[in-house]
């Protein structure tokens, strides 16, 4: 079974930068579409980034546009999130996710793969 574990969450200050990383381990994740997304205190998960299997589809949520990255590098089993400009509203619980999933430009599904998630708090 496919195993995710993120890092690289913690405490910054508005405007600064934090990068994530997901390592995955049991399969290789050449084989799945593959995501960042975040739950804020009291809301609902919500998608944050998606990167399509073959490489050519990114998804971002419109609150992060511009200001995030999704990379991926299959050689090292390992999907990325650079995050610029951090503001409070961008603090929550990161989750990795993986799977055999649909992404677009405009959403990001059918993930079913999940790390346990990582915090991010911006302070202001």
């Known amino acids: 079974q496919l195993q995710l574990v993120e890092s690289g969450g913690g405490l910054v200050q508005s405007g600064g930068s934090l990068s994530l990383s997901c390592v995955a381990s049991?399969?290789?994740?050449?084989?799945?579409?593959v995501g960042w997304f975040r739950q804020a205190p009291g809301k609902e998960r919500e998608g944050v980034s998606c990167?399509?299997?073959?490489?050519?589809?990114?998804y971002y949520a419109d609150s992060v546009k511009g200001r995030f990255t999704i990379s991926r590098d299959n050689a090292r089993n390992t999907v990325y999130l650079q995050m610029n400009s951090l503001t409070p509203e961008d603090t929550g619980v990161y989750y990795c996710?993986?799977?055999?999933?649909?992404?677009?430009?405009?959403?990001?599904?059918?993930?079913?793969?999940w790390g346990k998630g990582t915090l991010v708090t911006v302070s202001s």
């Open positions: 996710a993986a799977g055999i999933g649909i992404v677009t430009h405009l959403s990001c599904d059918g993930l079913n793969y």
């Open positions: 049991g399969y290789t994740l050449d084989r799945y579409s």
């Open positions: 990167f399509s299997v073959n490489n050519k589809t990114k």
